[in-house]
């Protein structure tokens, strides 16, 4: 059974940290890109961050760029988003996606919630 579990998520104060872990089951996130997404109430799923297979780039968005850091261990089937200096519009629901584009194949976890809040 193909599943993605986040987890990692909670309630932080504006300028704190959370790290956020996608454990992947069911298959091998070392063929695939690996991503994050985020949204917030009321507004579109936004792109945070893309991991590249095989050792390739990482690209985030420009609102979390310096911020965010990402990075995969295809030994765990695991990705993790390390998030500092957080802020309030950092508020969201995070989700992991798997995708094999080529194969038409792309897995999201059911997502778990940050909340940047004083």
């Known amino acids: 059974q193909v599943q993605l579990v986040e987890s990692g998520g909670g309630l932080v104060q504006p300028g704190g940290s959370l790290r956020l872990s996608c454990l992947a089951s069911?298959?091998?996130?070392?063929?695939?890109?690996m991503k994050w997404y985020r949204q917030a109430p009321g507004k579109e799923r936004e792109l945070v961050a893309t991991?590249?297979?095989?050792?390739?780039?990482?690209n985030y968005a420009d609102s979390v760029a310096g911020r965010f850091t990402s990075s995969r261990d295809d030994g765990k089937n695991t990705v993790y988003l390390q998030m500092n200096s957080l802020k309030p519009e950092d508020t969201a629901v995070y989700y992991c996606?798997?995708?094999?584009?080529?194969?038409?194949?792309?897995?999201w976890g059911q997502g778990t919630q940050v909340t940047v809040s004083s």
């Open positions: 991991l590249a297979r095989y050792g390739g780039s990482t």
């Open positions: 069911g298959f091998s996130i070392s063929t695939y890109t």
């Open positions: 996606n798997a995708l094999r584009q080529v194969l038409g194949r792309s897995y």
